[in-house]
């Protein structure tokens, strides 16, 4: 299954650097070509000789070595990586990596490759626990790395807890999967909506909604790091466009309107995760509105169905939307499907903690347009984003 592909597994200075080796013979008897980093802390766990044995392959603990033959380490590493695993991942490296450090070996290889990356953190529960720890995970997932949930447990630190590398089997299959999805959407571009509009009444006030565009940059970022390319039209969010994707900022329903028609037909799948205003003030003024004594009537009219647009419009496109409802969640969905002719309708029922709105999580039903029914629990929008493309592929 994974003949032929590269695989740099980082290993970080704590005491699960013992169970890698283990890992590494796995990678290797399934063809995998395997080539570990060590950081300095490491090679006081484990010595690079044993992994150099099982990796055939000699191993790079520093970054002014002499190569055997003339090359840059670490971009050469980076560059030829289908997949970089740090395994175990302290709270120093992935402090590092968020802050843009790029002090070593490790984090240098890290920071330089355009591969998946996927860190296994193991630490001392109050480690990970920390909120500076979490926030710096946080960063890191919404720029499309991967993490895997350290086991509840017995700690090395004697302290019971969240924080135990998770089992090899696990960590194997996570790795395997990802490698066999890195790049399973090159050559399909992705025509994303994302965020909220601001439909404006004159230059200071708007009309908009809560919508984070969380969900949307997720998916941007999981397609982009599947090899796909990914055209982000966005509303005015407050998170950063993920790395590699083609970002078009707008404000109103109908800034995005235009830049989506300008758009779609380059698109292979369209995923309109907005959330587009449905009505924008008929009259906004140029010049700051002054009060008057009375009440205020402003007259809406209604925006372009962007989504109801490209329904009518699309040729091969593969169309997801998105549907955010209180109530009758499954039937208001199915109805958008048929009206809106979409394939795939992502539904929410944004009165459930973790739902919606503004969460890092999400819980959704993928409803499909034979009428046929998914559902997938609580967990990160980055997840969410992922398990969405997983259904994607099979259309193709
Ligand atoms: N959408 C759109 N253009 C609009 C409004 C919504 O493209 N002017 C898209 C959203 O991006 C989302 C889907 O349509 O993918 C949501 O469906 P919609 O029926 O518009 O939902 P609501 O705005 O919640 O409308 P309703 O009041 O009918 O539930």
């Known amino acids: 299954m994974l003949t032929g592909k590269c695989i740099v597994i980082g290993i970080t200075g704590g005491i699960a650097a013992y169970k890698t080796p283990d890992l590494v013979s796995r990678l290797v008897k399934t063809g995998a070509d395997v080539h ?29 070595e002499t190569p055997e033959k003339w090359e840059v380490k670490h971009i050469s590493l980076a560059d030829r990586a289908d997949l970089l695993a740090v395994v175990p991942a302290t709270a120093n490296i992935i402090g590092k990596v968020s802050a843009g450090i790029a002090d070593d ?18 630490m001392n529960v109050h480690m990970y626990e920390n909120p500076v720890f979490q926030s710096n995970l946080k960063k890191l997932a919404s720029y499309g790395c991967r993490f895997l949930e350290p086991d509840v447990g017995g700690l090395a630190c004697g302290y019971e807890g969240k924080g ?55 998916i941007a970022g999981a397609a982009r790091s599947r090899g796909a390319r990914v055209i982000l039209v966005s509303g005015p969010v407050n998170i950063p466009a993920p790395q590699g994707v083609e970002h078009i900022p707008v404000l109103s329903a109908r800034d995005m309107f235009a830049a989506v028609k300008e758009h779609y037909q380059e698109a292979d799948i369209i995923v309109k995760a907005a959330a587009v205003a449905d009505y924008s003030p008929k009259e906004s003024f140029a010049n700051k509105m002054k009060k008057g004594p009375g009440d205020l009537e402003v007259i ?71 009428g046929h029914m998914e559902q997938i629990d609580k967990m990160a929008k980055e997840e969410v984003a992922h398990r969405i493309l997983d259904r994607l592929i099979a259309v193709f």
């Open 36 to 64: 570990v980093v060590m950081t300095e802390a490491a090679t006081r766990f484990i010595t690079p000789l044993t992994l150099q044995t099982i990796s055939r392959n000699p191993v790079t603990t520093g970054m002014f």
């Open 105 to 122: 070996i490790l984090s240098t290889v890290i920071m330089a490759t355009k591969a998946p990356v996927l860190f296994v953190p193991a």
């Open 164 to 218: 135990r590398l998770p089992g090899l089997d696990i960590i194997f299959e996570e790795i395997a999967g990802l490698v066999s999805k890195s790049g399973d959407f090159s050559g399909k571009t992705f025509l994303i909506t994302a965020g909220p509009t601001r439909e404006y009444l004159d230059p200071v006030r708007f009309l908009s909604n809560g919508s984070t565009g969380k969900m949307g940059y997720a």
């Open 300 to 370: 809406f009219e209604r925006t372009p169905d962007i989504l109801h647009y490209l329904g009518e419009n699309k040729g091969k496109q593969v169309l997801v939307g998105f549907a955010a409802e209180t109530d009758n969640v499954v039937e208001n969905a199915i109805k958008k499907i048929t009206a809106k002719n979409l394939d795939l309708i992502v539904a929410n029922d944004i009165t459930q903690r973790g739902a919606g709105f503004g969460t890092d999580t999400n819980i959704v039903k993928l409803i499909y347009k034979d």
